[in-house]
DNA sequence: CAGGAGCCTTCCGCTCAGTGGAAGACTGTC
DNA sequence: GACAGTCTTCCACTGAGCGGAAGGCTCCTG
């Protein structure tokens, strides 16, 4: 839209949606400087931008002259459809699940290569784990991921098994191995991790069907798996109330 | 941008937001007919920016051919400083309080005039609410409400009183009754509803206090208020523990 | 306390990105 | 097969947006 523009194709509006990418979870808060860097926007531009992008409350600027995503996105970005369904539907069971075992409780969806975490319920009591809300983690070291990869299209599971990064000693990184755990994943309804993901931590998960397809996964994180197959039976019946209440 | 436009003054990016604001609670899914109404665009300007914006993920194109909030929006906007602190360490609360009582635990804060619902539990057994995360409740009918419009300054507490509007025949709307529940609410340190939102729920709530400060409200949904003392305990403590970890 | 490094903000002339009416395509409905 | 409702493409006109340059502002540091 103007003349001397440095990079001529760029549209105003990709350029706004930069500002906002320039924020992720390792960089909440950015001085104005840190926005046009990551935007790859020039000093004054990023400031005008991001100036109508406060004045609308996409953007916040903190007291101490950072900016930081604001609240008008944080409702928007409700609005979306990830958990508008799922979400919603699966909050009272995996409440459930929480009071009756007290773990870590775990719902996330496949999006691409990765599981995506959508909800997470963990008590004081709960090991220590690295996901949180609207993460991702790699499909092959976690429980819900294993689920997610042993469901998903084989196009999907050729290009995961052709990179499996080693996250701790445990981490399954040799494909065969990781191919027949699939396999057993399909036959028996369920994965586990021990440690593969982070020392200390093993998972169970499950998948959730509505009708045929396997939409998500349901998981829990726990020092070990010693009550396997109590907890199986109450993720499973869990995945089938919301299996059926997603209709 | 443009030699014709039929709005000058207004900007691209402008223009843009207006598209995502278009979105709400009630609207969470429009066709571009909808969208480019509800942002004041004429048709072909906004099919051009809602390409753009769903080239870049912040909306997505549903099979029906409606659009909707994106993943990469719905990821941005966790990023908000709205729950990264306070909620984040409440949680684990919040489902200690949800394990102990089974009702339906709220997180709010202050936002103007309203209460903002920051996290919300509920369990199957829980008595059915309006309320929703992110949704805004009046502050003058909800439990979490009173507590912060006790604890807001004078200013908003009279444009609050000047504006009680009714939601069910047991909505408080006289002022002088309010303000002396209000009083009670700062001396007894937590505050009550009785069907003053929605019919046959009934709510305790207490405030959350980060030093001498207020910074949001713990309550909780019942069907009656029958245990009050054990249930404003049980609140006051995991507020203390919230405001504690609040450091 | 001068000098300088890093921030942020304002200014302004050049110009191409953005605009939206008009027209066309693609549904479903009666 | 006409029609009403959607969505999509086209294109000539022009003012909104661009960003280099210059000016503030706030901390440092010697």
Redesign the interface.
Known sequence: ?AGNTSTPGA????R??AL??A???HH??LTLTELADRAGLPMPTAHR?VG??VA?G?L?R?STGEY?????????????????GLR?VA??YL??L??AT?ATVHLAVR?GTSA?YVDR????A?VPVVS???SRLPLHATGVGKVLLAHAPLDVQHAVLADLTRITPYTITQPGLLRRQLARVVRDDYATTTEEMSLGGCSIAVPVRRGPDVVAALGMVLPSLKDRAKLVGALQVAARGIGRSLG
């Open positions: 839209m549209t105003v509006t990709s706004a949606l906002l990418g924020f992720d979870e909440r808060r931008l109508e992008l609308w996409a916040v903190t930081a995503v604001g609240r008008r996105l944080w409702d928007i970005g409700l609005l979306a459809p990830v958990q508008t919603e909050s009272p409440h459930d929480y009071g007290l999006d995506l319920l963990a008590g004081h709960s949180s809300i609207g």
